[in-house]
């Protein structure tokens, strides 16, 4: 796994170029697939919005929300609130692209099994014409969740 693939996710196996109308499509099979799974929905949503969490307390804490702000008009209070929102742009980045991860790309891995492209449903390593279990993670194929 690379530093990339880390911050967004890779939606294809490396070796496989498809062209553009191809992808397109293998991505809206896959919206239409999670569209239909409430679990994954629900699933991305709550990755997505876990970031408030830390947001609101340290809002709470500051007195930014229920209580008389202490400081925000100093430059250290102003500075305290720019970090405070540079940190959860950058958590929120980190939790759309797990949500993306666990929600998302199994989706798209099925709609290329549903094109008749042989991949992983785990990990999306591409298989081969007689493969049983994936090389990379040892799924059985068609894959295991």
Known sequence: MNVLSSWWPQWFPPDLRLPLREQLAVH??????????????????????????????????????????????????????????????????LAFVKAIDRTYLPHVRRALCDRGLRVCLRCGHRLGPAAVRCPECGAAEPGEP
């Not at 400081?71 to 250290?76: I, R, V």
């Open 28 to 93: 809206w099979r896959a919206n239409v697939l999670m569209l239909r799974s409430p679990a994954a929905i629900l699933g991305f949503c709550g990755w997505s919005l876990l970031p408030l969490v830390p947001l609101l307390g340290a809002a709470w804490a500051a007195g930014w929300i229920g209580g008389e702000p202490r400081g925000l008009g100093s430059p250290w209070g102003l500075a305290t609130y720019g970090a405070a929102i540079v940190a959860y742009l950058l958590l929120q980045h």
